[in-house]
């Protein structure tokens, strides 16, 4: 079992910045994918950013060239810059480990609120 824990949430104003940050335990993290995703009040849950073992990242249309994903494999750690926020950025901000063998696990996510 893979313990995740988010962090970094908060209250910004529209064009402010915010980073997140996703923990792993174990000593394997480098060996995982690692993807953000997030869920707007009364909307599906759906990938922000991803980046793979290779640090290859992909992002959803909606935060490219805002929102960047990296990995710190020695720390066990991901990280999600956000930056030029907008109110539609508003949502509970989730970490998702995907391991080599098809298994995932979920943190408890992180709340992210864009207003003025």
């Known amino acids: 079992q893979v313990q995740v824990v988010e962090s970094g949430g908060g209250l910004v104003q529209p064009g402010g910045s915010l980073r997140l940050s996703c923990a792993a335990s174990g000593n394997i993290f480098s060996t995982y994918a690692v993807g953000w995703y997030r869920q707007a009040p009364g909307k599906q849950r759906d990938l922000v950013a991803r980046?793979?073992?290779?640090?290859?990242?992909n992002y959803a249309d909606s935060v490219k060239g805002r929102f960047t994903v990296s990995r710190d494999n020695a720390k066990s750690t991901s990280y999600l810059q956000m930056s030029s926020l907008k109110p539609e950025d508003t949502a509970v901000y989730y970490c998702?480990?995907?391991?080599?063998?098809?298994?995932?696990?979920w943190g408890q996510g992180t709340q992210v609120t864009v207003s003025s």
């Open positions: 980046i793979n073992r290779s640090g290859i990242t």
């Open positions: 998702n480990i995907e391991s080599v063998g098809g298994r995932s696990w």
